[in-house]
């Protein structure tokens, strides 16, 4: 295995196994691959592209929380809509 094709590649595999090679490496099979910001797994269940996304609106709802004193409800919604 030479190369950096590990860094970018990957085979998803959805149904029969196999294995690929480029450029003389062998790509790394995985059970989740990103393509198109969409969390695609290899059982077709969308349920880890929805807890990806939860997990990053709670991010971004913990950290405006922290910023601002205020706790006024219709500024809080603003500063998380912008």
Same mark, same amino acid.
């Given at each position: 295995?030479?190369? *950096?094709?590990?860094?970018k590649c990957c085979v998803l595999n959805i149904g029969k196994l196999i294995t690929c090679t480029w450029?003389?490496?062998?790509?790394?099979?995985?059970?989740?691959?990103?393509?198109l910001? #969409?969390?695609?797994?290899n059982n077709l269940c969308p349920? +880890?592209?929805i807890?990806?996304?939860?997990? *990053? +609106?709670?991010?971004? #709802?913990?950290?405006?929380q922290r910023a601002f004193v205020s706790r006024?409800?219709?500024l809080l919604v603003r500063a998380y809509c912008i």
């Open positions: 295995m030479t190369g *950096k094709c590990h860094e450029a003389n490496c062998t790509l790394p099979v995985v059970p989740l691959a990103r393509d910001r #969409v969390l695609v797994s349920s +880890a592209h807890n990806d996304i939860v997990a *990053k +609106a709670h991010k971004r #709802v913990y950290m405006i006024n409800i219709d």
